[in-house]
């Protein structure tokens, strides 16, 4: 070698690790591991980026015909050589190893070896042979299989697919439980280390099936009997210990995520019942049902481009427009009463029609007319039309607002008539029927037809007259 002797440390070092690398590899089924050296496998994920970087700049000066230096070279190939090693110490932790593990570390091993192999050219003064530039080449390719194929040991086979279609996420109206609910948990938090390419404690949760299984300590589950399930167990240990699921640095389940788990074990851990299988008086219903509302801030993502300066040319002294949050496109459109009150006020809110999810007309004298125009406002989730004029052919027009939850519509002239335009709003929550021609009847057979609507319909008459009596009823 043409090194002085101070620099021989790296040769030697570089040559017992890549030795000590091809034994790994040849004898890994005769190994074991002892606990400190297994731990520090877990250094893997923490220092791999940083020999990419260094050997990548280090073949970019080679193919480009720049010298490397030296000491570049060292640093890049010793820290490939370290990166490898742990990840084999890593893998000892998976008994099982599927096909993407076994390549990714195949492939790791063999970009070390033969990082190791361009440094040993280099030292004896062929760093610009024909071969050692084929080596760099092939160096590009071996990183970017390895990173590949790492890729989908860590976050699945299709990490790194190229996307044909937009994944639809949205749960169905009437899930599975453990197909549409709980699948969907397990496979956001649990799968990437339970999977048949890594399926750590001998666990994979890819199916029922496995899931029923168990690991190494046999069953994860006991149907009926949450409280004796290891996995649920192990989702209530302390975040410190080494045995709660999912280990620290991953993603936590939320509580409402780990109380669905424990009432569909709880109910016999079944791949087949669906949700409207379930008694409204179960609290698993109420869980899912939960689970199915969308996050605000992504239910109105595709909600269109709405510009400051027109909400400020509609807004008035008597008209506030506001967005119901910083960087949203929803609205939030309050009338007050003026003086003197025209119907353009509401008919030039059209402009904004698909953005206005909230929406108070309280006390203005509303036509039809205006309530046409807001029959039209697709995306309305709340609706204050009390104190106004509107009418059972009013409410009637109203069918057409499928996302209302909330509607506002008391002290008006309503009748018996407007509950079966109630009964088709498909996401109405509640409901303010109070000083309204409503009969209890009515009341009574939307209740029914609705258990989960609530209905302020006001102060039952027992209530009321205990406070007329007393004196204590202040009147609206």
């Known amino acids: 070698m043409t090194q002085t002797t101070k620099n021989r440390w790296a040769d030697y070092t570089i040559l017992g690790l890549s030795v000590f690398l091809i034994f790994c590899l040849l004898f890994e089924p005769f190994i074991e591991l002892p606990n400190l050296v297994s731990w520090l496998g877990r250094w893997h994920p923490l220092v791999l980026h940083f020999p990419i970087v260094l050997l990548l700049i280090a073949i970019f000066l080679g193919l480009t015909g720049k010298p490397v230096p030296r ?4 640093v890049a190939v010793l820290s490939t050589l370290i990166t490898a090693i742990l990840g084999f110490f890593l893998g000892m932790d998976v008994p099982i190893k599927g096909d993407l593990l076994f390549w990714h570390q195949l492939l790791g091993g063999a970009t070390a070896l033969i990082a190791a192999l361009w440094y040993g050219l280099d030292a004896i003064g062929l760093e610009k042979a024909m071969y050692t530039k084929v080596l760099q080449v092939v160096l590009i390719g071996l990183i970017a299989f390895t990173g590949h194929y790492g890729g989908m040991v860590t976050h699945g ?3 790194l697919a190229f996307p044909t279609e937009e994944p639809d996420d949205k749960i169905p109206e009437n899930p599975i439980v453990y197909t549409d609910i ?3 948990i397990l496979d956001d938090k649990c799968v ?5 390419n890594k399926q750590k404690g001998e666990l994979v949760m890819t199916s029922f099936d496995k899931l029923l299984e168990g690991g190494e300590d046999g069953p994860i589950l ?4 949450p409280e004796e399930s290891e996995m649920i167990k192990r989702l209530h240990l302390p975040m410190e210990d080494e045995d709660h699921m999912p280990p620290e640095g991953k993603n936590p389940l939320q509580e409402n995520e780990i109380a669905i788990l424990e009432q569909w074990i709880a109910l016999g851990a079944s791949d087949t019942i669906r949700l409207n299988q379930l008694p409204e008086s179960e609290p698993l219903v109420s869980l899912i049902k939960e689970m199915m509302v969308p996050d605000p801030s992504e239910k109105w993502a595709k909600l269109p481009k709405v510009a400051d300066s027109t909400l400020q040319n509609l807004a008035s002294d008597y008209l506030s ?7 949203t496109e929803a609205l939030n459109v309050v009338i007050f009463p003026p003086p003197e009150y025209h119907p353009k006020t509401i008919t030039d809110l059209k402009r904004i029609a698909n953005n206005i999810v909230a929406l108070d007309l309280s006390r203005l004298p509303i036509s039809e007319t205006e309530i046409s125009v807001i029959a039209t406002f697709a995306n309305l989730e709340r609706l204050e039309v009390d104190k106004t004029p509107i009418t059972d052919s009013g409410v009637e027009k109203l069918a057409s607002l499928e996302q209302l939850e909330l509607l506002k519509i008391y002290d008006t002239k309503i009748t018996d008539k407007s509950i079966s335009t109630f009964k088709k709003l498909p996401n109405l929550k509640s409901l303010y029927l109070y000083k ?7 009341v009574a057979d939307l209740k029914k037809e609705k258990p989960n609507l609530l209905i302020n319909d006001g102060i039952d008459k027992e209530t009321q ?3 007329v009596a007393t004196d204590s009823v202040i009147n609206p």
């Open 192 to 196: 990437s280390c339970h999977n048949p």
């Open 182 to 184: 709980v699948f969907r």
């Open 436 to 442: 309204t021609e409503v009969s209890e009847n009515a």
């Open 465 to 467: 007259a205990f406070f």
């Open 157 to 159: 086979e299709e990490f």
């Open 321 to 327: 427009v506001s967005r119901v949050a910083s960087n």
């Open 222 to 225: 006991v149907a009926g009997k």
């Open 71 to 74: 000491l570049l070279l060292i």
